[in-house]
Every structure is written in structure tokens, then in C-alpha cells.
């Protein structure tokens, strides 16, 4: 299953820095990708764009884990030369995972 499925996503960006909040349509299913989506999932998913650390923020009340992935976006949004500068396209990349 992918993680489209069962959760939705949406990015943000400060500079070279871009999180992607992941958030279960249905609270039962948080505890799923608290144990398949972990930071170093995730930092794997995206080898080719992430070049620092990415951490991962846990928030049960809301069935949301938030990753925050450092050097993420080719020097930042004034730099890079990437078609989405801004990175938004990443959350729909991260819910292709297979889960």
C-alpha cells in the first residue's frame, strides 16, 4: 500500500530547508507511519535531493509526523536552478512510499 491511501501531505520551505507535514485521513492508521516512516526512510526516499539531515517531529493528538530536511533544496529558492524551487512537489513524491 502507499502512503497516498491512508495520509495526505503538505510542504513548506525557509531557504534551503523544506518539511513536509504527513497527516493520516484516519487516527487508527498514525501508528503505521509512526513505525514505517522514519527519518532515515525518508532521508533514503529523497537521496538524490537532500544533502543534510532530516529530522522528524512526532504529533499523535494530531495523527501527524513532520520531517524537517536540511539542505533539501539546491541552495534555497533564490539559488537553485530546480524547475520547483520552492519544493512543493516533494509531499506528493513522499506519498508514493510503499508502506
Partial sequence: MKLK???HSRTGDKG???NISLIVF???DYKIIEEKVTAQ???EWFKDIVQGEVKRYELP???ALNFVMDKA???GVTRSLAIDK???SLSSALLEIDI
Wanted: proline share 0%; no cysteine; aromatic share 0%.
Fill in 5 to 7: 491511501e491512508i495520509a
Fill in 16 to 18: 534551503n530547508i523544506s
Fill in 26 to 28: 484516519n487516527e487508527e
Fill in 41 to 43: 526512510r525518508v532521508k
Fill in 61 to 63: 493528538k494530531i495523527g
Fill in 73 to 75: 533544496l539546491g541552495g
Fill in 86 to 88: 520552492h519544493g512543493k
